[in-house]
Nanobody, 124 residues
Framework: VQLQASGGGLVQAGGSLRLSCAAS????????LGWFRQAPGKEREFVAAISRSGGSTYYGDSVKGRFTISRGNAKNTVYLQMNSLKPEDTAVYYCAAVRIVSTGYMNPASYDYWGQGTQVTVSS
């Protein structure tokens, strides 16, 4: 199983980025997907998650109203549209996949597979 995240970069505060995570080696529609982020010296933080069908989405409090998670099951890809970016959004962003959510979408331990991460830097 591979999860390949892309789309990170350097952006000014107030700008936008769209992250993508392409999955292979699994039956994509059987997995819920999540995005997490980790800034230097901080714990991994839940950003967003989407159910297997895409019918349910979940967001961390710090990104609600600014970020949108979506998935394209035909392309085996999950997306994170990030708008109104702030310097505090600076982190490495990771995508993750889970078949059966046992301890909640927000818990990193729930996830079976992880991508390698993509750096997002927001300048003030």
């Amino acid at each position: 199983v591979q999860l390949q995240a892309s789309g990170g970069g350097l952006v000014q505060a107030g700008g936008s980025l769209r992250l993508s995570c392409a999955a292979s080696g699994l039956t994509f529609s059987n997995y819920a997907l999540g995005w997490f982020r980790q800034a230097p010296g901080k714990e991994r933080e839940f950003v967003a998650a989407i159910s297997r069908s895409g019918g349910s989405t979940y967001y961390g409090d710090s990104v609600k109203g600014r970020f949108t998670i979506s998935r394209g099951n035909a392309k085996n890809t999950v997306y994170l549209q990030m708008n109104s970016l702030k310097p505090e959004d600076t982190a490495v962003y990771y995508c993750a996949a889970v078949r059966i959510v046992s301890t909640g979408y927000m818990n990193p331990a729930s996830y079976d597979y992880w991508g390698q991460g993509t750096q997002v830097t927001v300048s003030s």
